[in-house]
């Protein structure tokens, strides 16, 4: 085993602030990057993902901010890319690390696996997944980040863990996936070929078809776990 693969929500970070606290941080960062717009409150009420699509893997996040502009009649008077990284305000001000998160990235660092932080976004791209362990002081854990914004495909579609295989420079069978959700992280995971860890939050029924490789409850748990992999 040569790679360790990390959701983020959920799995290594979790307690998140309320929907209205969430809302208002939002808010501030808009405020402070283009000052106050009409369809500030609006935009950050909206629902930016189509319903519908052809394939909802796919992730096109600036070009759904823009078509919600072109269905309010507005223009787009601020940069859309710049408008997407405000949204990703730091995750630090709206959740904390989970127990034991910290300690299994250092563990599995300090095991000479790459660590590679996997995750579902919708404005969040890696610069941002980045700086958000940067500011809780763990960015010398990371070794790459992929963010389905920046591939433009989200889990469990291959080539996100295409992209951290290929990063992580392993095959398949040398890395390991951990995450809470047993469709995008792991069966999208075992697809592929690696191995996969659930932690099951609180409330979660029994899997049905989907058997992860292990399962956790907490990630305190993880060196336990996937010792016997690395041996």
Request: proline share 6%; with cysteine; aromatic share 8%.
């Amino acid at each position: 085993m040569r790679a360790a693969f990390f959701d983020v929500g959920d799995t290594l970070v979790e307690h998140w602030a309320p929907p209205e606290r969430i809302r208002a941080v939002v808010r501030e960062a808009l405020v402070e990057a283009f000052g106050e717009r009409g369809w500030l409150d609006a935009l950050i009420a909206a629902e930016l993902e189509p319903t519908g699509a052809d394939d909802p893997h796919r992730q096109e996040t600036n070009r759904w901010y823009e078509a919600w502009f072109a269905g309010q009649g507005l223009e787009c008077d601020v940069d859309v890319d710049r408008l997407r990284s405000a949204f990703a305000v730091p995750l630090d001000l709206v959740s904390t690390p989970a127990r034991g998160g910290a300690e299994s990235l250092r563990w599995c660092k300090g095991r000479g696996l790459a660590v590679v932080l996997v995750t579902n976004t919708l404005s969040r791209g890696d610069a941002e997944v980045l700086r958000d362990w940067a500011r809780f002081g763990l960015a010398d854990t990371i070794d790459a980040v992929v963010s389905s914004h920046d591939v433009g495909w989200r889990k469990p579609h291959p080539a996100i863990f295409e992209r951290a295989l290929a990063l992580a420079k392993v095959r398949p069978a040398e890395a390991f996936m951990v995450g809470n959700d047993l469709e995008a992280d792991v069966r999208g995971a075992q697809a592929l070929g690696l191995r996969a860890v659930w932690r099951r939050l609180d409330g979660v029924p029994d899997p049905n078809a989907i058997r992860p490789d292990a399962t956790i409850r907490t990630m305190d748990e993880l060196p336990a776990a996937v010792w016997p992999w690395l041996s």
